[in-house]
């Protein structure tokens, strides 16, 4: 999958789930505000959670409409070596075990993956830990990673 493809899934991505979320967050506001659910003793809470429910989705939409900006705005560049990776650059890591993850580093939108099976990219940002490690590597960098208390190395194998 291109660059131009993979921005194109992350946005259609973005765009189905601000309005999963949005249709969400309408029926938890109005459950909090039906006239059946006001409270009837400080034990009957359904209309309270609802409101709170419907608080975190507003959240999470506003977080998802502005990670959306972002990939409508973001200018894809091709991996420029003098500088290294950078946003909007595609980076394959390879383990010692031959194992290989496809990344893209994006502006926002940490955890999204995009596409199945090899094909599969996950969308990191600068400001994971991964993410600021790429930041500047070269082709054939390798960088390592803590995780669990066991240090994995990795080996940047194809940017583009």
């Known amino acids: 999958m ?3 493809a ?3 899934g992350i946005v259609e991505r973005l765009e189905h789930d601000c309005d999963l979320l949005r249709r969400a967050a309408q029926t938890a506001y109005e459950t909090a505000t039906a006239e059946e659910n006001i ?3 400080k034990y009957d809470t359904l209309g309270l959670e609802a409101s ?3 608080t975190g989705q507003a ?3 506003a977080e998802l409409r502005q990670a959306l900006l972002a990939y409508q705005q973001l200018i894809l560049r091709d991996y ?3 500088r290294g990776i950078q946003l909007s650059n595609r980076v394959t890591l390879e383990d010692d075990q031959g194992r290989r993850q496809c990344l893209f580093l994006g502006p926002e939108g940490a955890g999204l993956k995009i596409g199945r099976g090899a094909a599969q990219v996950t969308v990191i940002t600068p400001r994971s830990p991964l993410g600021l490690q790429l930041l500047g590597k070269q ?3 390798e960088i390592t990673l803590i995780l669990a208390g066991v240090a994995q190395v990795q080996c940047v ?3 583009d």
């Open 2 to 4: 291109d660059k131009t």
């Open 6 to 8: 993979l921005l194109a």
């Open 39 to 41: 409270a009837e003793n």
């Open 52 to 54: 709170y429910l419907a």
């Open 59 to 61: 959240r999470r939409s």
């Open 80 to 82: 420029d070596a003098a």
């Open 139 to 141: 082709l054939d960098d």
């Open 157 to 159: 194998v194809e940017v």
